[in-house]
């Protein structure tokens, strides 16, 4: 007998909690990360925009995410596509107004949505008013030391103050004109020249963002999402690293402008402030650690709610390294009380339909489409594999239909500033932010009536929304019944554990009260013991008697109930 895509019993649209009902929600949250700029266009710009996400929650709801994370929407001049903010009270005109952003916060509530923003505070813009006003004034202006101002080395200053380099490539450092029209002091940039690092040991910027955070929780948002959550605090002295090719030793140590003990205090003041609001508000860090381990420092009861948990997502497709990982954050996430977090793809790395395409090793940004079909049939499992796991996961828009990055624009369309810059990350991040199809014909497929900002390429229109609702098999409708069951099954979501059971080399099986999760990671088909029920397979399985024959690359939920 065979099998796919069975759901049983999926609770119904009406039956989606409110906002107000439920309560650590957040434990096993299905979050959905919105990149504004891709996902809708409501006024055929080719920009999405906030009227556009208003327009497309409710795709959201029937999808079955309980929140949305939207990337920066703030007032910006675009030089990392929002991440370098202006003003952070106020929306970038190319995506509204803070009209839009209210009436977008409401109509969520209304559906069961939640709204988590994203927050920026390793860095402003440089054109922020603060930092404007420091190059104006000159030295010994005090705006200057909200930011890290410092004279060069060498005879006139012409060497940078120390050899830090930028994640973007090249140094970290950026010497400025005085408004004499000199050469002057250097300024400190992790990021791109137009992103000026704050500096947080001046309290004014503690303060600043203490009333930031105060502006948008007034207006009704659940919690943010913070950029470099590990970046803020930096050594004192802000001493030499010692070493060339710094971006190969991130994830390995603790460096001295990444992951410092003294992020933990900052963190600590604002859990004060978001516990002063009803509703469970939270936090959800982007901490790029060493370890899991020093990932769980930043989910301490009385810190941030969540961490994204990079190493899961950059774990190869194979049993072994996943089991390992897994374990490890299960055991990490304990002592602390937090929740795991699992997440395949976001808006820095190639989709893992294109990851899982190619062989492992390549990293987290690639330029290679590699086998479409292998990708595909992997990320299904995968996704299947990581909605099953214990506590909460992230989707990046576009993954439930199963899109592969866009490995071949032309390079005079790509806008990643890491692109232009030598020695940095690859550049390759504009691949997984083409905007995404909702229909299967039409301008920009659905996306807008204007075209979109990045070329989409052709065929989009088959991996559409409406090419794959009502559809069986589609990836849509796998997402959409495996969202669900697991919103249904009451041994999904929430936990600390495992079980692993006895399985053939390769393949990952555990169960979870009466809820097992099989999946087979390698390039042939296995045999294991029928579990129960099958509620939900990736792909075709054979069931015979007492056994079930899984394929290559495949992904089954059983119930023993």
Same mark, same amino acid.
């Given at each position: 007998?065979?099998?796919?895509?069975?759901?049983?019993?999926?609770?119904?649209?009406?039956?989606?909690?409110?906002?107000?009902?439920?309560? !650590?929600?957040?434990?096993?949250?299905?979050?959905?990360?919105?990149?504004?700029?891709?996902?809708?266009?409501?006024?055929?710009?080719?920009?999405?925009?906030?009227?556009?996400?208003?327009?497309?929650?409710?795709?959201?709801?029937?999808?079955?995410?309980?929140?949305?994370?939207?990337?920066?929407?703030?007032?910006?001049?675009?030089? !990392?596509?929002?991440?370098?903010?202006?003003?952070?009270?106020?929306?970038?005109?190319?995506?509204?107004?803070?009209?839009?952003?209210?009436?977008?916060?409401?109509?969520?509530?209304?559906?069961?949505?939640?709204?988590?923003?994203?927050?920026?505070?390793?860095?402003?813009?440089?054109?922020?008013?603060?930092?404007?006003?420091?190059?104006?004034?000159?030295?010994?202006?005090?705006?200057?030391?909200?930011?890290?101002?410092?004279?060069?080395?060498?005879?006139?200053?012409?060497?940078?103050?120390?050899?830090?380099?930028?994640?973007?490539?090249?140094?970290?450092?950026?010497?400025?004109?005085?408004?004499?029209?000199?050469?002057?002091?250097?300024?400190?940039?992790?990021?791109?020249?137009?992103?000026?690092?704050?500096?947080?040991?001046?309290?004014?910027?503690?303060?600043?963002?203490?009333?930031?955070?105060?502006?948008?929780?007034?207006?009704?948002?659940?919690?943010?999402?913070?950029?470099?959550?590990?970046?803020?605090?930096?050594?004192?002295?802000?001493?030499?690293?010692?070493?060339?090719?710094?971006?190969?030793?991130?994830?390995?140590?603790?460096?001295?402008?990444?992951?410092?003990?003294?992020?933990?205090?900052?963190?600590?003041?604002?859990?004060?402030?978001?516990?002063?609001?009803?509703?469970?508000?939270?936090?959800?860090?982007?901490?790029?650690?060493?370890?899991?381990?020093?990932?769980?420092?930043?989910?301490?009861?009385?810190?941030?709610?969540? /961490?994204?948990?990079?190493?899961?997502?950059?774990?190869?497709?194979?049993?072994?390294?996943?089991?390992?990982?897994?374990?490890?954050?299960?055991?990490?996430?304990?002592?602390?009380?937090?929740?795991?977090?699992?997440?395949?793809?976001?808006?820095?790395?190639?989709?893992?339909?294109?990851?899982? /395409?190619?062989?492992?090793?390549?990293?987290?940004?690639?330029?290679?489409?590699?086998?479409?079909?292998?990708?595909?049939?992997?990320?299904?499992? /995968?996704?299947?594999?990581?909605?099953?796991?214990?506590?909460?996961?992230?989707?990046?828009?576009?993954?439930?239909?199963?899109?592969?990055?866009?490995?071949?624009?032309? !390079?005079?369309?790509?806008?990643?500033?890491?692109?232009?810059?030598?020695?940095?990350?690859?550049?390759?991040?504009?691949?997984?932010?083409?905007?995404?199809?909702?229909?299967?014909?039409?301008?920009?497929?659905?996306?807008?009536?204007?075209?979109?900002?990045?070329?989409?390429?052709?065929?989009?229109?088959?991996?559409?929304?409406?090419?794959?609702?009502?559809?069986?098999?589609?990836?849509?409708?796998?997402?959409?019944?495996?969202?669900?069951?697991?919103?249904?099954?009451?041994?999904?979501?929430?936990? !600390?554990?495992?079980?692993?059971?006895?399985?053939?080399?390769?393949?990952?099986?555990?169960?979870?009260?009466?809820?097992?999760?099989? /999946?087979?990671?390698?390039?042939?088909?296995?045999?294991?013991?029928?579990?129960?029920?099958?509620?939900?397979?990736?792909?075709?399985?054979?069931?015979?008697?007492?056994?079930?024959?899984?394929?290559?690359?495949?992904?089954?939920?059983?119930?023993?109930?």
């Amino acid at each position: 007998m065979s099998q796919q895509h069975t759901a049983a019993d999926p609770a119904p649209t009406s039956a989606v909690a409110t906002v107000a009902e439920r309560r !650590d929600w957040w434990r096993d949250a299905v979050i959905y990360q919105v990149y504004p700029r891709s996902f809708a266009d409501s006024n055929g710009d080719g920009m999405g925009d906030l009227e556009g996400i208003r327009s497309r929650l409710p795709y959201l709801r029937d999808l079955g995410v309980d929140a949305v994370w939207l990337s920066p929407f703030y007032a910006s001049p675009q030089a !990392d596509a929002g991440y370098d903010v202006a003003d952070y009270r106020a929306v970038d005109p190319m995506f509204g107004n803070l009209l839009d952003a209210d009436a977008l916060i409401r109509d969520a509530r209304e559906l069961g949505l939640r709204i988590i923003v994203d927050l920026v505070p390793n860095h402003s813009s440089d054109q922020h008013e603060w930092f404007k006003r420091a190059l104006r004034e000159g030295p010994g202006s005090p705006l200057r030391e909200r930011y890290h101002f410092r004279p060069g080395k060498g005879a006139n200053g012409e060497l940078p103050p120390n050899d830090w380099e930028s994640i973007f490539g090249g140094p970290a450092w950026t010497r400025v004109t005085e408004p004499d029209g000199t050469p002057g002091e250097w300024y400190l940039h992790l990021f791109a020249p137009e992103q000026p690092d704050f500096n947080w040991d001046h309290p004014a910027v503690g303060d600043e963002f203490r009333s930031i955070l105060r502006f948008w929780l007034d207006m009704g948002v659940d919690g943010f999402r913070i950029d470099v959550a590990h970046g803020l605090v930096k050594a004192a002295g802000l001493p030499d690293l010692g070493a060339h090719d710094q971006l190969k030793l991130l994830g390995n140590d603790v460096m001295p402008f990444f992951d410092q003990d003294g992020v933990h205090e900052i963190y600590r003041q604002w859990r004060l402030i978001l516990d002063e609001y009803s509703g469970e508000r939270i936090f959800v860090a982007e901490a790029w650690t060493p370890t899991v381990e020093r990932t769980a420092n930043y989910v301490r009861p009385d810190e941030l709610h969540q /961490a994204f948990n990079f190493q899961y997502l950059s774990t190869a497709w194979d049993a072994a390294e996943l089991r390992e990982v897994i374990d490890r954050t299960l055991e990490a996430m304990r002592p602390v009380g937090a929740p795991s977090t699992w997440v395949l793809s976001n808006h820095d790395v190639t989709r893992h339909a294109t990851r899982f /395409a190619n062989p492992p090793g390549l990293g987290t940004q690639i330029r290679l489409a590699g086998d479409r079909e292998l990708g595909l049939r992997r990320a299904r499992a /995968a996704s299947l594999l990581m909605l099953a796991l214990p506590g909460s996961a992230y989707v990046y828009q576009g993954e439930e239909l199963g899109l592969p990055d866009v490995v071949d624009l032309p !390079d005079e369309v790509r806008q990643d500033p890491a692109y232009f810059r030598g020695a940095g990350q690859d550049g390759f991040r504009d691949g997984c932010r083409v905007p995404i199809p909702w229909t299967r014909d039409g301008s920009s497929y659905g996306f807008g009536s204007g075209g979109s900002w990045l070329p989409q390429p052709s065929g989009w229109g088959e991996l559409s929304v409406e090419a794959q609702t009502g559809t069986p098999g589609s990836t849509l409708e796998l997402y959409r019944a495996a969202l669900a069951l697991r919103s249904a099954h009451p041994d999904l979501g929430a936990g !600390d554990a495992v079980e692993w059971l006895r399985a053939p080399e390769g393949v990952l099986a555990f169960r979870r009260g009466e809820f097992v999760c099989v /999946a087979n990671t390698t390039g042939e088909s296995v045999t294991t013991p029928t579990y129960g029920r099958v509620l939900l397979t990736s792909e075709e399985v054979t069931k015979a008697d007492d056994e079930t024959k899984i394929p290559s690359d495949t992904t089954v939920w059983f119930t023993t109930a």
